[in-house]
Each structure stands twice: as structure tokens, then as C-alpha cells.
């Protein structure tokens, strides 16, 4: 399966807390696909889980990186633009 | 015991006010100790499931009871409760023999040490534990329940109160009062929503005992024992006496849309542009000519009169992504504000010439000051890049301790400084503003701060360098007064408060002001200055 990336900013004013972290891994469930996300240059982790989207501690404007697990790109792209709109506050 | 008038002090929530019988709710009842299981993994994981689902149910449950504004709250929640990496960590727990109320306990723990220290997610934590209690608590066939009356009229006194504690306030609950938590606790967002009158991060709260007859204060930021609706601390009215404050209020703004919506209001000018919400989400440093063309339309659409901008205020608890700042132990004493010149120097220099242009282009008089500067050599430097870069009168912001005692060194290189009361008020008492359970330290009418902004404005006014305040103090209207009164020659609020601001600085004269001050002076904590100044206020008004 082809894995689509992309990058994601975070422009709400408290960071990535509980409720962007709830509203991605609700969307990553609803989508069935694997989807993982991480700080630029490291390692990434698995969407599956609000309290690691929270341990990765992303704070207002930084960049994260986004991976889809997915051979149809426009689902991936509009997930990934899905998951920015969360990340607006 | 409490004697009768006892004042309690915290920090108020709301507007109304309460007096009702104290209900003291019951401390949780106590979950097992620690344990090891049988050997039985399978039974654990099951229970574990088990109880999850039943606490999962119940939450649901108390979403419904709670009403719309917690339902977001509960379904957050939920999902950290059923988060499966959460599962994972706590089945973990159970191979290496602990039981499954232990387990899940041990496993918020492991996510609790990662969160530490980290002030966005302390407040959530503190819901993560109380979810994990529960579950331990469904184990051990232990009910959490806080049986608050349903009938009669009570405030409600405890520790602080969790969503799943809010949801069960019953048509009793009139006022609460929490010993811990502050204005941003789960407590006072749902008692605002509620329009229950409450006083949170209230210490003294602890001596208050089931039957005690209590006032609920928030405009006082007290509890009042005994205290009767007739003793609640008014909201001042003030009337305008003459047209002009006795000195300027201008506004505080960050972004173009601030700007336009500053003008709109009286305000004279911009007493602070915090200008790094331009970079917080640009990935790139921005070129000078788009640095300069922001900068200008800002300055075009601001409200007439001076406009201050402050240089880039971020460091590692704000980081702006082009300038790759590290994470450090303790941001607030770390690189930050002005101190960044050591690395971005360049980046500052742009700054200032944007700045330049800006201001050639939109033909307004501009104010530049460094934020966090703590010594005269980093004064004069900045001093020094900003008449080089451009036409500006220059100031810093006073918010470290140190730096009071350089500003008479600084006669003739400082043209203003502004004074940043939060910050101020940070280092000077030693109090992370972050951690809501020093909010009592914080409180401006602390006497220590009163006198510190005094010398201030005194050792400004012998060196002929104009005095401002920009911090959130210089938003409420009677602090203003108390400011104008110690000397400072303007202050800047925060745009939806510069009309009351202007209107109690209108009501006094210069001398009534410096009473007030006075006033404020004579008390020995935050609550008698605050008292003092206000009843001083009182009796102007009533001239």
C-alpha cells in the first residue's frame, strides 16, 4: 500500500491537547486506516491513541508530520486537511 | 474554628454572589492499597474490561445529566478512558503481577510523568486521574458518589471538583468553593457556564466545616463567614468627571484585526503590539519588504495616537518555528524575549528595520521597546540597534526585578519602559504563572507588587523616563486608578476594557488617585489593599 505524507501545523493557542488529540483518533477510527504522526525528524506514532497524540506535546506553531497508509490519495490528502482543521483551535 | 466576618481570600468566579449553608463534601473514600493479583492475567485483563466499560457507561450517564456545554468534556474523556494504548500499558502492568485496579492506576502514571511540569495538560491530568480512580474504585465495588443534597440551598466546599463531581451538583448546589484549582480548573469553567457564584484556589477554604452560614463574593475575590448578601463587594460604578483621563489608555493589541477593532474604541493609541503572533505560524523567517508591509497596514489601522511595539517576545514555551529554540527546563528563566539576540541577532535587526519602513510608509509615531530585558548592558545594546535602525523613541519593558534597580543608570539612553505586571509579579514572588495554585501570589494587589511598581514610577520620574504599564493589572479600573496614583503616566488594557479604564481614570483627579494609592498602601495583604483601595474609590464617588 502506497503511504501518502504530508505536514500539519498547530496553530491552536494551547497546543495539542485532549480535544484535537480525541477529534484526530476519531477521525483516523472512523477512516479504518493507519495513520501515524510525529515532530519532524522523529519518530512517529501510531493515531490510534489521544493520550500519545498528547505525549508528543506539539505546542502552538510547531510543524508535525503526517503519514496515511492508503492507495486512494484523495481520502489521504482531505484526512490530512481534516486533521489541520482540528489543529486550528 | 473560623470566627464570624472571617475573610477567606481566592479568586472569584462570576459576577453574582451567594450566602447558604457550607456542604462540605466528603473526602474520597479510600481505594485499596496497592496490590498484586492471584496469577490469574486472563481474570485481571477481564475485570479490567469490565470495570472500564462500567465507568465508560457511567460517564455517559453524567454527560446526559450535565447538558450540553460538559458533553464535549465527557466524550474527551471517554475517549481517554478507552484509549487503547492506555490498555496496553495497563495490561503490561498486569503480566508483571499487579492487579487490575492497580494496573490502570500505574498506567495513568506512566502518561501522568511524561505530562509533567507541562502546565497545558496538568489541569487534564488531574481528570485522567480521577477517571482511573474510578476505575480502580468499579474494581473494588466502591462508590465515588459525593451524595450532595437535592433539596435545601447549600455551597458546596471540596478540594477541587472533577466533571464527573460537577455533573452530580444537584438544584441545591447555589455556591461553590474550591480549595485548590484555579480560573481555568473544570470547576470554574462549569460554574461560569452555570452562573453558580464561586471562589476557587481558596486555601483557607479547608477550616470551613458542614452547617457554617458562608457569603460567596466573587467580585470581592472572598468568602465571606456569616456574611449576609448585604456585605457582597459591588461592582464600582464610576462616573465620569471631567472629559480626559487624568493620563492616556491606550490599547493592546497582536494582530491587524486588533488594530481595527482598537480604533473603534477610545483609546489613545497602542500601549502594546506584541508582534510575535506574526511569526508563530510562519515556517520560514518572513523577508523584510513582508515583514514591513504587515507591519504598515497594522500601523495604518491603529487607533490615533503613539503606537509601542514590542520586539519578538517568544522562547521555548513559545517558539516560533524559523528559530529553532530548543526545549529547556524552565522556559520562563530561559531564553526568551531579548535574549534571543545572542542567536538572532539578525533576526531582531530585521525586525527593527521592517519596523522603519512601516513607519515611514504609514507616517505614524512609533514606540520600540525589548521585552525581558534584566540588565543595563542589555538595555543600552538594544538602545543602540534601535536608533541605528530607525527613527523610534526607545524603551524596554521592565518585568525582571533586576532591572528596577538599573533604570536610574538608564537616565538619557531610555526614552520610556513599560512595565508587564504578570511577569513582573512572576519573578519578583518566585511563582510559575502557570501553576493555578499560586494564583494567590499573583494577585496584583499583593502589597509587595504595589510597592515595587511604586518605586518604579518614582525612579522613572527623577530620571525623566516616561512610565507605562501594559500587564493584565492595567485592565481592571481600579487598579488603573491605583496606577495613575503611584505616577505612571499611561497604561494600556486590553481592548474590550479600555472604556471603564478611561472612565474611572475620568472620575478622579491626580490627587484623589494618589489617596487611593495610599490607601491601597495601608493593607498587609492582597485582600485588605484591595479593600482599602476600593472603599477609598467608594467614598470619592460618593463626593
Known amino acids: ?89 | 474554628m473560623l470566627d464570624s466576618g472571617t475573610i477567606l481570600t481566592g479568586m472569584g468566579v462570576g459576577l453574582g454572589s451567594v450566602a447558604a449553608e457550607v456542604f462540605r463534601v466528603k473526602p474520597l473514600a479510600s481505594l485499596p492499597n496497592a496490590a498484586k493479583h492471584s496469577g490469574d492475567e486472563a481474570l485481571e485483563t477481564e475485570s479490567l474490561k469490565t470495570a472500564i466499560a462500567a465507568v465508560s457507561l457511567e460517564m455517559n450517564g453524567l454527560a446526559e445529566k450535565a447538558g450540553e456545554t460538559s458533553a464535549e468534556i465527557f466524550e474527551a474523556l471517554i475517549m481517554l478512558l478507552e484509549d487503547e494504548e492506555l490498555f496496553d500499558t495497563a495490561s503490561a502492568q498486569i503480566s508483571q503481577g499487579w492487579n487490575a485496579g492497580t494496573a490502570f492506576i500505574n498506567a495513568v502514571e506512566e502518561y501522568a510523568d511524561i505530562f509533567a511540569g507541562d502546565a497545558t495538560f496538568e489541569e487534564r491530568l488531574n481528570d485522567i486521574r480521577d477517571l482511573a480512580r474510578r476505575v480502580a474504585a468499579s474494581i473494588a465495588g466502591i462508590s465515588l458518589g459525593l451524595d450532595i443534597p437535592t433539596t435545601g440551598r447549600f455551597v458546596i466546599v471540596g478540594e477541587d471538583f472533577s466533571p464527573a463531581d460537577t455533573a452530580q451538583f444537584t438544584q441545591a448546589v447555589v455556591g461553590v468553593v474550591t480549595i485548590q484549582g484555579g480560573p481555568t480548573s473544570h470547576t470554574a469553567i462549569i460554574c461560569r457556564s452555570k452562573s453558580i457564584p464561586a471562589v476557587v484556589s481558596c486555601q483557607q477554604a479547608k477550616d470551613l466545616v458542614d452547617g457554617m452560614q458562608v457569603l460567596v463574593d466573587p467580585v470581592g475575590d472572598r468568602v465571606v463567614v456569616d456574611g449576609q448578601e448585604s456585605d457582597i463587594t459591588e461592582a464600582l460604578s464610576f462616573i465620569a468627571k471631567s472629559e480626559d483621563p487624568i493620563i492616556p489608555v491606550r490599547a493592546n493589541i497582536g494582530s491587524l484585526e486588533d488594530a481595527i477593532a482598537a480604533s473603534a474604541s477610545a483609546a489613545e493609541g497602542v500601549g502594546l503590539f506584541r508582534t510575535e503572533l506574526l511569526y508563530l505560524s510562519a515556517k520560514t523567517q518572513p523577508t523584510k519588504q513582508s515583514q514591513a508591509a504587515s507591519y504598515t497596514e497594522i500601523l495604518k489601522a491603529a487607533p490615533a495616537g503613539p503606537i509601542v511595539v514590542r520586539t519578538i517576545d517568544a522562547g521555548s514555551d513559545k517558539p516560533v518555528p524559523f528559530l529553532d529554540m530548543g526545549d529547556e527546563e524552565n522556559p520562563a528563566l530561559g531564553v526568551r524575549g531579548y535574549r534571543l539576540i545572542e542567536n538572532h541577532r539578525d533576526f531582531i535587526v530585521d525586525q527593527l528595520e521592517s519596523l522603519e519602513i512601516a513607519r515611514e510608509q504609514s507616517g505614524r509615531e512609533v514606540w520600540v521597546m525589548a521585552p525581558m530585558v534584566s540588565t543595563y548592558s542589555e538595555a543600552i545594546e538594544f538602545a543602540a540597534l534601535a536608533r541605528k535602525a530607525g527613527n523610534f523613541k526607545v524603551g524596554i519593558m521592565v518585568e525582571t526585578p533586576s532591572i528596577v534597580y538599573q533604570i536610574a543608570q538608564l537616565a538619557g539612553v531610555l526614552d520610556f519602559i513599560s512595565v508587564g505586571t504578570n511577569d513582573l509579579s512572576q519573578y519578583l514572588f518566585a511563582a510559575d504563572r502557570m501553576n493555578p495554585s499560586l494564583g494567590a501570589m499573583l494577585n496584583p494587589w499583593q502589597p509587595a507588587l504595589l510597592r515595587a511598581l511604586e518605586q518604579i514610577a518614582t525612579v522613572c520620574q527623577e530620571a525623566g523616563v516616561s512610565s507605562g504599564v501594559c500587564g493584565e493589572s492595567a485592565s481592571d479600573p481600579a487598579f488603573a486608578v491605583v496606577l495613575a496614583g503611584m505616577g505612571f503616566q499611561s497604561v494600556s488594557s486590553s481592548r474590550s476594557q479600555v472604556g471603564i479604564v478611561r472612565q474611572a481614570l475620568s472620575s478622579v483627579t491626580k490627587q484623589q488617585a494618589k489617596e487611593v494609592f495610599e490607601a491601597a498602601l495601608t493593607g498587609l495583604d492582597a485582600d485588605q489593599a484591595k479593600s482599602a483601595a476600593l472603599a477609598a474609590l467608594a467614598a470619592i464617588s460618593a463626593k
Open chain 1, 1 to 89: 500500500m502506497a503511504t501518502i505524507n504530508g505536514s500539519v501545523t498547530v496553530l491552536d493557542p494551547i497546543g495539542l491537547h485532549a480535544r484535537p488529540a480525541g477529534q484526530i483518533v476519531k477521525l483516523v477510527k472512523e477512516s479504518g486506516l493507519e495513520v501515524r504522526i510525529g515532530k519532524a525528524g522523529q519518530e512517529l506514532a501510531k493515531a490510534n491513541s489521544p493520550l500519545r497524540m498528547m505525549a508528543l506535546k506539539a505546542k502552538t506553531g510547531e510543524e508535525l508530520t503526517i503519514e496515511v497508509d492508503s492507495d486512494d490519495e484523495a481520502v489521504a490528502t482531505a484526512l490530512i486537511a481534516q486533521v489541520q482543521d482540528f489543529l486550528k483551535g
